[in-house]
Nanobody, 119 residues
Framework: QVQLVESGGGLVQAGGSLRLSCAASGRTLSNYAMGWFRQAPGKEREFVARITWSDGSTYYEDSVKGRFSISRDNAKNTVYLQMNSLKPEDTAIYYC????????????WGQGTQVTVSS
């Protein structure tokens, strides 16, 4: 089991920045990919970004490329999502997630953290 706890959400004006954190525990993450998803009101959950723990390779959804950055801290077992140039359409609940590299689906989810961007 992997336990994931997000923090760092809040209310910010358009153009502002926030950094989300996801503290992981329970397993060694060297064989995992960590990701962020988000779900806006009335919409389906969508992929935002992911990072492969072992080599730090990253991948982003097109709408956040150049604005969001995912990173990890090995010593703290924590994944971060730095969000810059925020837009009202980024408003959503953001979820941290993890999957084994051998799995095609994300196996573990955090409880989510609310991000609200005002115009």
């Amino acid at each position: 089991q992997v336990q994931l706890v997000e923090s760092g959400g809040g209310l910010v004006q358009a153009g502002g920045s926030l950094r989300l954190s996801c503290a992981a525990s329970g397993r060694t993450l060297s064989n995992y990919a960590m990701g962020w998803f988000r779900q806006a009101p009335g919409k389906e959950r969508e992929f935002v970004a992911r990072i492969t723990w072992s080599d730090g390779s990253t991948y982003y959804e097109d709408s956040v490329k150049g604005r969001f950055s995912i990173s990890r801290d090995n010593a703290k077992n924590t994944v971060y999502l730095q969000m810059n140039s925020l837009k009202p359409e980024d408003t959503a609940i953001y979820y941290c997630t993890a999957r084994r590299l051998t799995s095609i689906s994300y196996d573990y989810w955090g409880q989510g953290t609310q991000v609200t961007v005002s115009s």
